[in-house]
């Protein structure tokens, strides 16, 4: 053999895995099923090395259960509409589809090489009129079991781009690629029912035993369930129609503390008010900025008096005034609250800006009253002495407190107990061109009229331009104008499109039959779910898990997925990131220069660039294109090879952690997959006569091997697999057993090393005489009696201390193992000849000597 030159293997094996279909996924009743599945990745063009462990994670899974002979889907598809696209339409011109495909092409180019396990065969991308059209299927579906609906809804508003802008593309109240002011501005939406599997989805999450917990917290968090108390204030001097306000409350037990009630700027009180022109400038101050509950919370707190009073429902002649406020949100509770300063920080801020009164309906238990610099907010778990009490015992916890509050509520008559739920439906409609069009039709005589499935899918037409702000679909008379499909008169198409993650909630369900003319295929969707194993990034640990949970229950719904697969995910697992140093310069005004890694020259003394100007170092961060301190897979793979970029990322640290990347990890990498090829050249260069000392002992460490490396990659403990490879590979590297025995241990070490890196170990399963290709041999399996251990390591204590240990046999009798521990060179040093009064020996745990 010649050296190790990955240049040469790794696409030899590419091309064999290829010629042999080793991972095309057949559904094979005979055997068990393994689905295994990464996050898809958006096509933006390059992939990085965060991209290259998250997939050689999901390889390791994937090619250690096709040996160990399950029937394995483990497919790659992308997430492809979105607004990336139709910016850099905007920006370079072009059209957002050639950008999108053309990106794909790039990535799918850049994966290659890394000879991950992908069945190919199944690619898909959510732009492809096969997928979307049938996405456009089940949302006729939804909408006919009543899972869709379309309401009004305060939205962001870019002014300039004409566009809903989500929450995250709100920055500093202003829209992220206009700059311009964003508004909070109504407009009519579609939606899907989510809220009304609240309860379920809440409940469910305590069956996900194989989710990481911090993700079911925040999913719990998110869902937000709360028991509270509903009731309605009677007003005075409110507009007809509005003799009492509504309100709900998580807090019935602070009633006694309120000094104020406040509305949202949504809510239809201040709609009316807004005839006055001071009630709509601040309205329309008000709806300046995000509507995501977080922007609203941390923003400065504002409000309007409207000179509207309530009655307090425990004294009517105690009235309070009645505020529109900014950080009322109309879609959570009633859309108006009570104000109790004294414990809600927000409600203290509110009140001291405008004077009104804060009273501490409790104080800490054993506290004696005391004025207030700061809201007093205990856990609701905590006890507390109420001062303004008004149900219940005067020391209670809040819960206790709570509950209270509501039986007295309800047995007065004037109040009612209510579950509510945090989670808001969601809403899909986007006002853009590069996403999957809504089918439905609006007719002047009909109304919203669902398209006919005969006519899916509503292909986006190509035909657009992108030269004026706002959604080119609304500018598109021979799309746009259509006729209705109920009475054949003039209509127009719906012009909105669907949020992008709609089109990533099912796509695991149609990897199971990809070119299936129904959205999931019956017996495919049967045998392939749930997904046993999904791996991706904790910033998808809410929105994404949740609707894709949502969308299974309204697949089951509307009969595109067993009832089985409501939970898509059996496991869950969310990896750390990849990181780097960032390298930094100053310019000549004083602004940063970023460097990108191999433009940097690292020494002991520092670190230059190459005219020897000085870099700072700082520390590793998750890498950034901004910061330039990513490493492009492509170049690791043109130096090193795939197989070393693929132990590296799975070696360094567990994989639930961040992975710093660096030149020198990369190089060791390298040279130890090198021993382990100039391993195999020796083992291979043996005479078949050698006659070998250690074939005992190598069995039983190969066996031991096999054990360790099995159940790390089980448990997902990746790094103490190769750890446990490393140890073996350096056994075996100082054995002395026959040839045969050396042969079987080197095979056992390719197989073992095959998930992490597979050309090298098919490089030495074929030099060393294995059957067909690596990937598909059998896992190998430990001899259950190798892994016992027949001796056992025993401490010497003299006197009480540890002086020495022996390794004997477990059968040994205590007379033979007191001749061998006292005959031990440093137990002879530390009796330095004093007679022993006392030698006990506890069989296989220690040696007592008493002198």
Known sequence: MSRYDPSLIEPRWQQEWEKAQAFTARHDPAKPKYYVLEMFPYPSGRIHMGHVRNYTMGDVVARTKLAQGHAVLHPMGWDAFGMPAENAAMERGGHPKDWTYGNIADMKAQMKPLGLSIDWSRELATCDPEYYGQQQAMFL??????????????????PVDM????NEQVIDGKGWRSG???ERRELVQWFFKISDYSEELLAALDGLKDWPEKVRLMQANWIGKSRGLQFAFQTVGAPDGFETLEVYTTRPDTLMGASFAAISPDHPLAKVLEADPKVAAFVA?????GTSAEEIETAEKIGYDTGIRVKHPLNPDWELPVWIANFILMDYGTGAIFGCPAHDQRDFDFATKYGLPIKAVFVAEGAEDAALTEAFVPMKSEKVRFVRGFAGADVQTGDEAIASAIAAAESQGWGRGVTKFRLRDWGISRQRYWGCPIPVVHCATCGVVPERKENLPIELPYDVSFDVPGNPLDRHPTWRDCACPKCGAKARRETDTMDTFVDSSWYYARFTAPRSKTPTDAAEVDYWMTVDQYIGGIEHAILHLLYSRFFARAMHKTGHLPARAVEPFSALFTQGMVTHEIYKTTDAQGRPVYHLPEDVIRSESGATL???????????????????????PMNIIAQFGADTARWFVMSDSPPERDVEWTASGAEATFKHLSRVWSLCDRIGQMPADHKGEGDDALARATARAIDEVTRSIEGFAFNKAIAALYAFTNTLSKANASTPVMKEAIRTLAKLMSPMTPHLAEDIWAHQGGTGLCALAPW??????????????????????????ISVPKDMAAAEIEKIALANEDVIKFLAGQPVKKFIVVPGRIINVVV
């Open 163 to 166: 566009t809903v802008l989500a």
């Open 780 to 805: 190998p399996k430990a001899d259950p009696a190798l892994l016992v251990d027949d001796t056992v390591t025993l401490p010497i204590q003299i006197n009480g201390k540890r002086r020495a240990e």
């Open 285 to 289: 101050e008000c709806r300046k900025g």
């Open 180 to 182: 311009a002011a964003v």
């Open 610 to 632: 190459q005219d020897g100007t000085a870099v700072e170092v700082i520390p590793s961060a998750k890498m950034s294109k901004s910061k330039k301190n990513v490493v492009d």
């Open 141 to 158: 579906d939804m909408l006919e079991a009543g899972l869709v609906y379309r309401k009004a809804a305060v939205v962001n508003w870019d």
